[in-house]
T-cell receptor, first 111, second 113 residues
């Protein structure tokens, strides 16, 4: 079992739909990253959060530390949101924190 | 300036070649990272530099040799690579080595022939 699990693995949505991607982790973390990667492209950090909720434009990320669960929501989805979304847990402890990556969610938003 | 830059964007090299990948950031970050990413897989950590010193080597083969000449620059020297080393190589940086958001570069797409 991976230390960081994401669901769903693949998601197809119609433009305008509300999208939720889930992330569960089994390790102690200091924070959680949500990352976006377009096909063939580099990685963009969307959020880093350690508690509560963050919002940036149409993107909202929440985390529940007690339940070891985080969600990424996209409101009013658009085809340009099509990408792989990766959650990555920032491991706790040690001199250098490592990112433990989930396997990613491939999102396709159709016009 | 909140950008991590990487050069080149694409690199094709033979198994006997020596080449280098370059990563640069001017955000004053003191931790820098090399990741390797195969298609449809998440990134895998290779090396971490903390305050210009190598702090983590994830048992990477010696044909990959990292170098951090100064706090803004990170190199990855490549020698005698194998075709299975073909991948996207990503650089990242964070303000400090602990508990900090990592900023990723666009990556270098490496093909070993």
């Amino acid at each position: 079992k991976n230390e960081v699990e994401q669901s769903p693995q693949n998601l197809t949505a119609q433009e305008g739909e509300f999208i939720t991607i889930n992330c569960s982790y089994s390790v102690g973390i200091s924070a959680l990253h949500w990352l976006q990667q377009h096909p063939g492209g580099g990685i963009v950090s969307l959020f880093m959060l350690s508690s509560g909720k963050k919002k940036h434009g149409r993107l909202i990320a929440t985390i529940n530390i007690q339940e070891k669960h985080s969600s990424l929501h996209i409101t009013a989805s658009h085809p340009r949101d099509s990408a792989v979304y990766i959650c990555a847990a920032l491991s706790y402890g040690g001199a250098t924190n490592k990112l433990i990556f989930g396997t990613g969610t491939l999102l396709a938003v159709q016009p | 300036d909140t950008e991590v830059t990487q050069t080149p964007k694409h690199l094709v090299m033979g198994m006997t070649n020596k080449k280098s990948l370059k990563c640069e950031q001017h955000m004053g970050h003191r931790a820098m990272y090399w990741y390797k990413q195969k298609a449809k897989k998440p990134p895998e950590l290779m090396f971490v530099y903390s305050y210009e010193k190598l702090s983590i080597n994830e048992s990477v083969p010696s044909r990959f040799s990292p170098e951090c000449p100064n706090s803004s620059l990170l190199n990855l020297h490549l020698h005698a690579l194998q075709p299975e080393d073909s991948a996207l190589y990503l650089c990242a940086s964070s303000r400090f080595p602990r508990g900090q958001e990592q900023y990723f570069g666009p990556g270098t797409r490496l093909t070993v022939t």
